[in-house]
């Protein structure tokens, strides 16, 4: 399970503001994500699974420091699903 | 707000060039400076209110395969109904897309396939009847196939534009290509097929 397979993204990042928006072409929607959200969603668009994604999130944030409850990201795959923007998650 | 740092024709971000990976690199740092996997609970994806319709289900679920399995939206007021014809339309070949009355045919192209109405369901969708498509809508109503022809012919064009059918031909095969398929399906049957022709 991962992106829903008619989702089509087109980025816009703004570095100094911290904020990224995108317009799903599909449903003509665009939405403003904080640096986490986009960066999950990017996963996503690359192809990965939710397992992957959580796995890779955890394992490139480790890096730079202690990264919390992984946990949390179910939350937000949820939020993703809701917005058709995600298969709903094997949770 | 400052330039955006990713033009439209740039390499999206699931691409590995180094264009993308510096890009992916620079969300991570921002997400590490801002509390990590804290942000999931501190932040939200806001739904930007930029002039574009919301589009909706009958009963007022967002309009896609995992939307309609969530509550009701309760966003932006700006809404229109996601809507089709039903199967009983399109058992007239007159009413298909792309109907031509002098050689009493219909042609339309998906991806790179083009096909009349005669043609093989499981050429133009990849798998399921060895029928062809006007022979399901006029004989196999029971099937699982007579729906799936139903929402490719409202999305080449059988149904308007004002109908907002979400989905085009490509992406109509791809949804029965897809592990959803059975949710699509039921999608379509239970919200895309309420207009009779």
């Not at chain 1, 990017?42 to 990264?67: D, I």
Request: aromatic residues 10%; negative net charge; hydrophobic residues 40%.
């Amino acid at each position: 399970m991962g992106l829903n397979p008619v989702v089509c993204l087109n980025w816009c990042h703004f570095e100094g503001e911290n904020a990224s928006v995108v317009f799903e072409e599909t449903s003509g929607q665009t939405y403003l994500l904080d640096p986490l959200r986009a960066l999950v969603l990017t996963f996503f668009e690359s192809g990965m699974t939710h397992a992957e994604v959580k796995a890779e999130v955890v394992r490139q944030l480790q890096e730079f420091a202690p990264t919390g409850n992984a946990t949390v990201l179910d939350d937000l795959f949820r939020e993703f699903a809701a917005l058709g923007l995600l298969e709903e998650p094997d949770l | 707000m400052t330039e955006p740092t990713t033009l439209k024709n740039e390499p999206p971000l699931a691409t590995n060039t180094p264009a993308s990976l510096a890009r992916r690199s620079m969300l991570l740092k921002s997400v590490a400076k801002g509390g990590g996997l804290l942000a999931v609970t501190a932040g939200s994806t806001q739904v930007l209110a930029t002039g574009s319709l919301t589009v909706l289900t009958h009963d007022g679920k967002r309009c896609s395969i995992s939307g309609m399995q969530s509550g009701a939206y309760s966003g932006p007021q700006t809404t229109v109904t996601c809507q089709g014809y039903s199967p009983g339309k399109y058992k007239k070949i007159e009413n298909w897309p792309n109907y031509n009355w002098s050689t009493k045919s219909a042609w339309n192209t998906v991806g790179a396939l083009r096909f009349n109405q005669n043609e093989k369901f499981k050429v133009v969708f990849g798998g399921g009847s060895d029928r062809g498509l006007l022979y399901i809508m006029q004989n196999m109503s029971d099937s699982d196939e007579f729906h799936w022809i139903t929402a490719l012919l409202n999305a080449l064009g059988g149904a308007p534009a004002n109908f907002y059918f979400p989905f085009n031909g490509a992406e109509v095969v791809q949804l029965y290509k897809s592990s959803r398929s059975a949710d699509a399906l039921k999608f379509f049957k239970d919200y895309m097929e309420k207009h009779t022709g």
